[in-house]
């Protein structure tokens, strides 16, 4: 007896999995009913979407963003809160509010930052002073400098590209540290940073 099994899919917006014939295209993107934008009459937008928490059974406020904590040895190992879409409905803006499972940490996870799609783009925001995350430069996360600290306040943003080769922090074509032609290729890039202490 053939069995026929429907392939299942994330909603864009949201992210809840559905069977892939409940989903329906819409500006370039697989939106579940509550997703889908009602261009005949006005409608409440979808909770979850909106919502950044990820525990449905919190009592905090809606607007209070969830707090992820991070440990040396697991490192960013999943994507978390908003999914934003450019026009073209392909580059996911991924945030995470972070901090430290104990102290200051350095992740020695292998990759520091778990890998994601060509173009997507992640913001990571410090939350405590004495709680810091340090991320150093790699194969797979490539930083303008030798590392950053991400502090209370402290940002940095990545955009993944798999395709990413020959400019990095390291040991350059002639033997030299520092800024220069390496040998890494693909991941993390960083954009920009910022300290809020400067």
């Known amino acids: 007896m053939n069995t026929v099994t429907l392939q299942k899919y994330d909603c864009d917006r949201c992210g809840v999995t559905y069977k892939k014939n409940q989903l329906k295209r819409q500006r370039g993107m697989?939106?579940?009913?509550?997703?889908?934008?009602?261009?005949k009459k006005i409608k409440q937008p979808n909770p979850r979407w909106m919502?950044?928490?990820?525990?449905?059974?919190?009592?905090d406020p809606?607007?209070?963003?969830t707090v992820y904590t991070i440990s040396a040895a697991a490192g960013i190992n999943a994507l978390r809160q908003?999914?934003?879409?450019?026009?073209?409905?392909?580059?996911?803006?991924?945030?995470?509010?972070?901090?430290?499972?104990?102290?200051p940490i350095d992740i020695s996870a292998n990759?520091?930052?778990v890998a994601a799609l060509q173009g997507d783009v992640l913001t990571l925001h410090g939350t405590s002073d004495i709680n810091t995350i340090k991320l150093e430069d790699s194969s797979t996360v490539h930083?303008?400098?030798?590392?950053i600290i991400l502090g209370n306040g402290d940002s940095?943003?990545?955009?993944?590209?798999?395709?990413?080769?020959?400019?990095?922090?390291?040991?350059?074509?002639?033997?030299?540290?520092?800024?220069?032609?390496?040998?890494?290729s693909g991941g993390w890039v960083e954009c920009s940073r910022y300290k809020g202490g400067i």
Request: hydrophobic fraction near 30%.
């Open 30 to 39: 697989l939106l579940c009913g509550d997703c889908r934008d009602n261009l």
């Open 51 to 59: 919502s950044p928490r990820d525990n449905s059974l919190s009592v």
């Open 62 to 65: 809606v607007n209070t963003p």
């Open 82 to 103: 908003s999914r934003d879409y450019d026009h073209e409905g392909g580059r996911r803006h991924f945030y995470m509010d972070v901090i430290s499972d104990g102290g």
């Open 111 to 113: 990759p520091q930052i």
């Open 143 to 147: 930083l303008t400098e030798d590392f």
């Open 156 to 184: 940095i943003t990545l955009v993944y590209n798999e395709g990413f080769s020959g400019v990095g922090w390291g040991t350059g074509l002639w033997g030299s540290t520092g800024y220069g032609f390496g040998s890494a």
